[in-house]
Nanobody, 126 residues
Framework: EVQLVESGGGLVQPGGSLRLSCAASGFTFSSTAMSWFRQAPGKGLEWVSSIDRSGISKYYQDSLKGRFTISRDNAKNTLYLQLNSLKTEYTAMYYC???????????????????WGEGTLVTVSS
């Protein structure tokens, strides 16, 4: 059974940092790209970042480049998202997701994700 379990969210002040983790099980983690999405209160789900299966190629929403860093540890079956210089508008539920196929062309597409975690809440507030 595929499982994705996010952790690391919480309340942080503007300008602060958090590191989100996504523990994966039930599949060969190193064989597939992975993605992060988020959903802010009252808004739709949006793509945040993706990483290829090796961890070498990384992709970010343009507005988040330089603030977020995606990484993975295939030995630990874990995906990470480092959030720096946080803004109040980054308040959202953050989800990790596994695509239906290991194809970098579709890793930003919500409908192309096969499995999702339950999310971890990030609240940025003073």
């Amino acid at each position: 059974e595929v499982q994705l379990v996010e952790s690391g969210g919480g309340l942080v002040q503007p300008g602060g940092s958090l590191r989100l983790s996504c523990a994966a099980s039930g599949f060969t983690f190193s064989s597939t790209a992975m993605s992060w999405f988020r959903q802010a209160p009252g808004k739709g789900l949006e793509w945040v970042s993706s990483i290829d299966r090796s961890g070498i190629s990384k992709y970010y929403q343009d507005s988040l480049k330089g603030r977020f860093t995606i990484s993975r540890d295939n030995a630990k079956n874990t995906l990470y998202l480092q959030l720096n210089s946080l803004k109040t508008e980054y308040t959202a539920m953050y989800y990790c997701a596994m695509p239906k196929m290991n194809d970098l062309a579709i890793i930003r597409e919500i409908d192309s994700m096969d499995y999702w975690g339950e999310g971890t809440l990030v609240t940025v507030s003073s």
